[in-house]
């Protein structure tokens, strides 16, 4: 089995995590502000809701991102030399991109969401500027650059260290020409197949988002609506998905190493991502199977793969890491458990968007409060949840691995916090409970004042996360 040969970037990637985690909770904040609002706990004036809406999004997106392309810098650099000033350069575009995002917000008073479709930006109703718009797009490019310029500098190292691309995702393997002994780790498999998809979405994103800008100016300079649409959500879709399998790799290398089982790569392990880097592309279309102008067969491709999709995360991470933990002498510790929780978290949150991905289910489901429901699991549960682990695992002490009462405190905190506040979407959404409303009826209100309640559960897990991290960075230093 190949092991680790290099020093990973720990420094830099603890310092990437320490601004990752105060914009997490910066983002959370602001979501419980916003649930307050509709729970009509506290005022807020409509057009600030849509614009803290729109930071919530952007920042919870961007933030999660982040983390993830930490994860996977910090772990693919253990097995191949990456320039380390390659990913300065990734963070100073994307801390240049985030002034430019957040200065259209603030003083911009930009507020279409971060999904930015089109026409919407060039058409605000007075509400904003153009070039409140044209800061928006200008931050989401910057961002989209640095991603790019990342995955080239992981792309050609593992392409010239693994014999190509087919080598990197262990196609080997799978015909029969290596074993698991051979091929390379799981998280070499995971990051090949990430970066392939992620770049081909942001190259797309990046062609809508240019256009948009062009139109921005030169309003006659129009793009077809339906295909901006397919653009933005392809681009969408793939790029948060790509957070959550970056930060994956944390638990294909953290795992073993609290039951000192290795983790290899199986010809199942090796089709299943293969599977994953064709399903992540081919999967948008069940955000559009409201749009009846779309070909009837994009919209039935929409709803098969949204079932298959499903099947390589179940069976092979989430199936796989309770397999590998039965038996194992796990130690458990705030790092181990929050990332088992991310798997769970994970494997819980497919469920939902399963079902909001069968047509006659979408056609009442897709623009209530369920879809936000599904993507707060994925993601506060999930990745994030991974993302706390990681940033645990980062100043754990060598010779410590005491799951301290504190840590146990904070985990059930937010573990607690998550389900009710996740699960109150969820119920609402079968309410029928529209989403992206800044004012709700008095009938919606109980559940978003329950949801402000849990909100400040998760809130309070994740500032003790934070502040123990702080602490560690300035008190252990690991290699």
Known sequence: MIKPSHEPHSNLIKFTMLLAGAVLLLMMIIGLLMRAAQGDLIEIDAAIFYQLMTAHGAGMVGAASLTGAAIMWYFVSRYVHLVQEVFVVFLTLFLFGVLFILGSISLGQFGAGWTFLFPLPAISGGAWETG???????????????????????????????????????????????????????????????????????????????????????????????????????????????????????????????????????????????????FVMAVYPHHLLQDTVMPAWALIMGQIVSYLSGIPLLTVTAFSLCIYLRGSNIKWDLASALLVLGVAGWSVGVVPAIIDGMISVNKIMHNTQWVPGHFHIYLLLGEVAMSFGFMAYLIKEAKSSEFQMIDKTAFGVYLAGGIGFTLMFLVSGAMSVPRRWAVHAEEWMLQDRIATAFALLVIVGALIFVVRYIIGIATYRRT
């Open 132 to 278: 409140a718009a044209a800061a928006f797009i200008i931050g989401l490019i910057l961002i989209g650059v640095g991603f790019l310029l990342m995955n080239l500098e992981i792309g050609r190292k593992l392409i010239a260290a693994f014999d190509g691309i087919g080598g990197a995702l262990a196609w080997p393997v799978i015909s029969g020409k290596a074993t698991p002994d051979e091929a390379p780790p799981p998280a070499i498999v995971a990051s090949m197949a990430t970066i392939i998809f992620n770049t081909i979405g942001i190259v797309v994103g990046a062609a809508v988002l240019v256009s948009s800008l062009i139109n921005l100016y030169v309003p006659s300079f129009e793009v077809d609506a339906l295909l901006a649409k397919n653009m933005i959500y392809f681009f969408g879709h793939v790029f948060i998905n790509a957070t959550i399998y970056m930060a994956v790799v944390a638990v294909y290398e953290i795992i073993p190493e609290y039951t000192g089982k290795p983790w290899k790569t199986s010809r199942i392990f090796a089709i299943a991502w293969s599977a994953i880097l064709l």
